[in-house]
């Protein structure tokens, strides 16, 4: 067998010429759009790779993105991180997390500040690497405060799987877990009545890859079906993402509205059931999670099940965990930047009270967010 | 400022910048720390003076130890200043219960390293504290050099020149993040840590007109060319097909959520030399192992004015920043 190396996995998919290919053929096509389109990329992976990329520059002036609320860390409320806080500043405690958590800052500060503070914080590759950290301090709770989309959630269960089976009796789990299909409705149809999501702008959505591999693509049915919005799951290399488009962009053209897969090497419409499984085996849904810009949404967010109570860090800690809400700043637009009914620099707070250093709402807080990513690039992009 | 120091004010990069300037250069504010070089220049250009502490986990990583590292990085210094390293001093302070063997082999190294730049420890001091208020071991090393050639700085680059880095970049911090990780390589990637006396001595004798030197170490070749556009008032436009990065560098990158241009270096340097030298000094370069792979990377614009522009191989670009914070793996 040829021995295959790990550069084989994304060569041909960052070929300068592919990639050129793909914007002359979306050109052409795009010319026969008969008014401009916004795509959301949902995935912060894939925001990474438009901009890393330079894609946008590569787009006719017709066929736009709108960068997702997809970057887990971004969306978490500071109630959210004001729990990681205290929880790392609890005596005898380490909390691990990944690493993406260390500058998001909540209310109180963020973990890095913590950490600064003498909090015993420690940051992973993988949730795993918990075990590890348990095993080397006997006399300390490890509590891993877990982040993440549907990538993420099955390596947070197998932790909890393995705690449970060799009853690890020092690790301990703060849930954050969240989920892509229900922030996808949250954008086009809130069911909150103060929210403006008739007016969004979003034509198309470019579906995650890594998620869609755990998940399946048949999440993402009812949009065409039910909200008439086409989504195309596509992968993060910069090929993958202008086929994406390519096949958006023909949607339209050819007055299609359809669910298709461009990453068609690793996501089925079933996904990967095992990991399915072990999710359904230790958590439920939450009615509703907060997301920060966004404020709740239902039965977006994971939470253990009651009968794993013993290892849930929110409620063994609940006498030092703040359960108030603390609202998003009141002239923070996010919302509407994500819904594509504003650009960030209509925002009147941007690059004044709100800065990558001291963000406000989520499109701030990550370096891919539209907001950062304006406040950084402006005049360039 | 935060109220407390955080590790990302150590990365060499934005965080550092502002711990630097607010803090240190406040309180000791004076014309020779200010031209920010990487080795003060005294006594009317005659000396280069450095001085720099060294920490690393693992002590013992592939292509070098803590030791090496100390000889290099001052030497290096003293070097991209157009200097021949002469006279260190070394500091340690040991944790109580370090392996004598190991220290052995950290000062055997240090022996090594000195020779191959011509220079002698002449003044230490050692301290051994009580477990756990050091890391193993931290060493710092003071040198002097004297300069061979003048004039080269940060501050003086042109539309006259061109870029050149002297090998492929990242090595050091991917070997790091590796060795940290325990990310077993089927191929063995390798520190760069090297003393670069030689080289910086073979391009001066060879009469290239060397504007400025830099060793891509903290913040690696992002940082040295942000600084340079600042410092120089200028804009760098990098050809990103052109960055030398083996694809074992690459495939951590890719791993890991890292870029290699973000990544450290401990014995690879970045050179503006004038247009019309820019082939010379490659091929002088190029007689030496460890820059048998220096390539011209960048030229200078006004386009963007202290800013450095990455431009892609599909015809795109994009500015090239700072690093921030400290570097961090991506999690999607």
Known sequence: MAHLELKDLYDGFRDPKIIEGFAKLIKEEAKKLPKPINIMEVCGGHTHSIMKFGLPQLLPANVNFIHGPGCPVCVMPKERIDHAYILSLQEGVILVTLGDMIKVPGSKGSLQDARAKGADVRFVYSPLDTLKIAEENPEKKVIFFAIGFETTTPMTASLIDIVLKRKIPNIFFHMNHVTVPEVMVELIDSRDEHVDSYNNQIDAFLGPSHVSVITGSKIYEQFPKKYNRPVVVAGFEPVDVMEGIYMIVKQFTENRCELEIEYKRSVSREGNKKAQALIEEYFEKADLFKWRGLGNVPDSGYKLKDEFSAIDAEKIYKDVLPIEEIEDHKLCICGDILRGMAKPDECTIFGTACKPSSPLGSCMVSSEGACAAYYKYGNLL | ?????????????????????????????????????????????????????????????????????????????????????????????????????????????????????????????????????????????????????????????????????????????AAIFAAREGIELTSTLESDCASLTEQVEALINAGIKITALRDATRGGVSAVLNEWAKQSNICIEVEEKTLPVSDEVYGICEMLGFEAVNLANEGTFVLAVKKEDAQRALDVLHSFDNSHNAVEIASVSDAYMQKVILKSPHGTKRFLDVPTGELLPRIC
């Open chain 2, 1 to 173: 400022m935060q109220k407390n120091v955080s590790l990302a004010m150590g990365n060499g990069g934005l965080e550092n910048n502002e711990l630097i300037t607010k803090v240190f250069y406040k309180a000791f504010k004076n014309d020779i720390l200010e031209k920010s070089e990487d080795a003060a220049v005294i006594e009317n250009g005659k000396l280069a003076f450095s001085t720099d502490s060294f920490t690393v986990s693992p002590l013992f990583f592939p292509g070098g130890d803590i030791g090496k590292l100390a000889i290099c990085g001052t030497c290096n210094d003293l070097a991209m200043m157009g200097a021949k390293p002469k006279y260190l001093t070394c500091s340690v302070i040991i944790e109580e219960g370090f392996a004598m063997r190991e220290l052995e082999k950290i000062v055997h190294s240090m022996q090594k390293e000195l020779k191959k730049n011509g220079a002698i420890i002449v003044s230490g001091d050692t301290k051994v504290v009580p477990k756990g208020s050091v890391d193993k071991i931290f060493i710092n090393t003071t040198g002097i050099g004297t300069i061979e050639q003048k004039g080269i700085s940060s501050n003086n680059i042109s539309k006259e020149d061109v870029i050149l880095v002297s090998r492929d970049i990242g090595r050091h911090g």
